[in-house]
């Protein structure tokens, strides 16, 4: 008797907040995604009371639209770059702090800090000393004589320069993940290596860099997917004067954003928001194929 | 950025570029203050996120004691779609959400603007595996002595669970403060601009005056900058232990 009335109150228990918690996934998460779907099928104008389906007509229409390749190309070639630099950077920088700072205060703020600080104000600040005439980095370069660059106006500097502050913004988060990781390297293997008579070279080559490769997929997958959801630094630094051109540093979120909300072609930009998801899809697939290779192999 | 919000608009333009003010002047911020729609972007920030952070902490944490804990009807189902929706980034189904805010009209409030934040699907996976650890005759011996499922969870499980906690309210508080793309869509009106939204406002008003720019910029990272020395350990150790996404 008593037994089965505990079942039942814990039954109603886990019902009443499963049941919340479900609809709000319902609502926020699912119907929001399986409407981007339905919505890429319409041509679905905010403006327009008719909304016809058209099929993949938004999809043929991707294929043919100048910005979109513009778009697809610039994010591409800003996450692969962003990625393979930020990595090799925070490698670096781990490896040189393994050793001299236990996690001395003064580094963790330095590298917690770009972390914690939103990308407004840090992209405001960047545009500040990317500024043609009166910014930092002009008067740096000009120390040295070469002569000042307009490094956001310049639509063959402009992304690159994106790209500088991105990597420097993410230096500090993958540092202190491969920190982690080198940590976890038992300090055994490093004895054996030393009895055995290897240089640091050959230490590094053999032991340290196979054992951080789990780590450095993880970071591969995690940035790139990262990099392919960049939005706020190229919004703030292409809007107002003495920003960069639009098209110049038109990457996939941006271009999704004009399309939805300046131009309310909300079917059109749908279309556009699931090829981007189809990207990420096959990143995030791509690592699970790795991961259960080397499970396998290992 | 510091030293630039302190020098007066004649020294900003200066070339070459002083690394310290040369006459230290505070009329920049006495702008930003007393320009009163950023105190109340400030305002506006704490409201969103404050509120949206408690609530998701809240979801993740009575949704990952009851998927750690309790067995019913559905649970791996329901469990794997929640898991499935983190690897699906909001930016690819934020125009359908949008169009549904319209409907219920959302647009332009501060629920709109905080409801994607209620739910973290990490969060849930996170006090899950946090929960699993609990062993199963505390929570028993707690109903023998009568307690019922509700005090269980308010009175053991949350306190069992407080370093966790921490560590997930901090991830979502800092992407509550990061995010921009939404209320960049979902606000109308200045009244309910939160900080970064009013910070790239004033930037792109004041293009050519970095000094203001920079002022505001400071300005609008004081309360997290506060908070992360506050909280400095719990910070540290919360982004390592989520693995944190920057």
Known sequence: MGYSNLQKKKLRFVFFWISIIFLLYLFLRFIPIISTFYLSFFRWDLIRPVKPFVGFNNFIRLLQDENFKIAIWNTSLFAFIVVTFTLLFSLLVALALERKIAGGSVFEIIFFLPIVIPLVPISLTWKWIYDPT???????IGLVDIPKQGWLINPRLSLGSIMAMTIWQRIGYNMIIFLVGLREIPAQFYEAAKVDGAGKWQTFISITLPLLIPITLYLTVMNTIEAFRIFTPVYVMTTGAQGAPASAVRVLVMDIYQNAFRYFNLGYASAESLVLFLIILLISLLQFGVFRKRGVLA | MISTSLKTEGEVLLYPPTFFPRVITLTNYIQIASEASFPRYLLNSILIVVASTSIAVFTSCIGGYIFAKFRFPGK?????????????????YMVPFYLMMKNLQLIDTYLGI?????????????????????????????????????SIF??????????????????TFMFGWKFFIWPLIMTNSPKKFVLELGLTTLANRNAMDYGLQMTGAVFSIIPILLTF??????FVSGITMTGMKG
């Open chain 2, 154 to 171: 308010l009175n053991l499980i949350l306190r069992l669970l407080t370093a966790p906690i921490s560590a997930i309210a901090i991830f």
């Open chain 1, 134 to 140: 009166n910014g930092v980095l002009n008067y740096l």
């Open chain 2, 114 to 150: 905080m409801l994607p934040l209620f739910v973290t699907s990490f969060g849930i996976f996170f006090i899950r595996q946090n929960s699993i650890s609990i062993p199963d005759e505390l929570i028993d011996a707690a109903r023998i002595d009568g307690g019922t499922e509700w």
């Open chain 2, 76 to 92: 791996n189902l329901i469990f794997i779609l929640i898991l499935a929706t983190t690897m699906i980034p909001f930016q690819t």
């Open chain 2, 229 to 234: 020395f506050i909280l400095r350990k719990k």
